[in-house]
């Protein structure tokens, strides 16, 4: 048995249908009492409900992708201002973002519940974007004190936006399987995880978003995150952020595109994380496989059609490897700015 050092980060999760019904029961027992709801302009009807468990709660509804600089500072006074004791963040990844570093800018704890299959609610990564610039890190003190999935939110969720969002998550996941990160927990959480939403997502494709499947489907994205928790990051995630922050991308569309390229980059050097995802995918190659699903999933399945300009790429190819990414294949430029390429024409992956 090989020696290993694994450091799980203090959480609490709360999992099942009507869990949002407990949200008052839940921030008792935390001691909160003076919540700032955070989320998109777009979460209207669900940040209602909160507010009507929640009488006198704070509201800023302003998150953006990628956690834009502007908006933590605006949501910081918004917390002051209204004497919060703690945020609850209703929304994707881009909410639990903005939760994340509000944390680190002002020691309030966070309180997560996720509509989308992020993920991010269950690593202890942060990241900001200033200047076009997204900067990331990991800090223990971020991850949210309390996660609470409720499958009910998203039943509705449009399948443009659920998909991706899945594929987002695998992405998490694969990041961690073995050949990428050999530490045998976040390889535990990654093989559940990819097997998990392997079984689900033809579920939801077929039009199965019943509350079952979005129950399956989250219960994998949690899994995915907490593999990237309490794993690593590499070349895929080091491209999403360099694009995503540098263009103002969708988080999961991005994650979306880029995922068989930076699979097919790897698929050499890391033979047992291909048959594992290929074998959860049913697919004989597991990049081939997943750029069928993206292309299947993502009304833009391409850079050009995210709208990333071509003129571009060598910058970002330079932006890439300007910082070193671990993973199973050597990084060179050229090799990189092949791989962004391929992204950009949306080819089969090489």
């Not at 992708?65 to 945020?87: F, I, Q, Y």
């Not at 399948?159 to 987002?168: G, T």
Request: hydrophobic share 45%; glycine share 10%.
């Amino acid at each position: 048995m090989k020696q290993f050092d694994f450091r799980a980060p203090s959480r609490h999760v709360v999992f099942g249908a009507a869990a949002l019904a407990r949200v008052p029961e839940l921030l008792a027992d935390l001691g909160f009492s003076r919540p700032l709801i955070l989320s998109t302009p777009g979460r209207g009807t669900q940040v209602a409900a909160l507010v009507g468990m929640l009488p006198g709660a704070a509201i800023f509804a302003k998150a953006a992708a990628h956690v834009p600089a502007g908006v933590v500072d605006a949501a910081l006074r918004v917390a002051v201002e209204s004497g919060a004791d703690c945020t609850i963040s209703i929304g994707g990844g881009s909410t639990t973002g903005l939760g994340k570093v509000l944390r680190l800018r002002s020691g309030l704890p966070q309180v997560a519940i996720p509509t989308t299959y992020a993920g991010s609610e269950m690593t202890n990564l942060w990241g900001i974007t200033e200047e076009r610039v997204k900067r990331t890190g990991r800090d223990s003190v971020v991850t949210p004190v309390l996660v609470i999935y409720d499958p009910e939110l998203l039943v509705s969720l449009p399948l443009a936006i659920a998909a991706p969002s899945v594929l987002n998550a695998l992405a998490q996941a694969a990041a961690n399987l073995p050949g990428f990160n050999d530490e045998p927990i976040p390889n535990m959480f990654a093989r559940e995880a990819i097997t998990v939403l392997g079984e689900a997502l033809p579920r939801l494709l077929r039009g199965g978003a019943d509350t079952d499947t979005c129950a399956r489907l989250l219960y994998g994205a949690c899994l995915a995150g907490a593999a990237l928790g309490a794993g690593r990051t590499g070349l895929h995630h080091r491209l999403c952020h360099v694009l995503g922050g540098r263009f103002n991308l969708p988080h999961a569309d991005t994650h979306s595109v880029i995922l068989p390229y930076s699979l097919a980059f790897n698929r050499a050097a890391a033979p047992a994380a291909m048959s594992l995802l290929a074998a959860a995918l049913g697919n004989a190659d597991a990049p081939i496989g997943l750029y069928e699903l993206m292309k299947q999933v993502c009304v833009k399945p391409s850079l050009r059609e995210l709208g990333v300009p071509e003129r571009d790429l060598d910058d970002v190819a330079d932006a890439v490897i300007a910082t070193s990414v671990s993973g199973p294949a050597v990084l060179d430029r050229a090799a990189v700015r092949r791989l962004l390429q391929e992204a950009f024409a949306g080819n089969p992956p090489g």
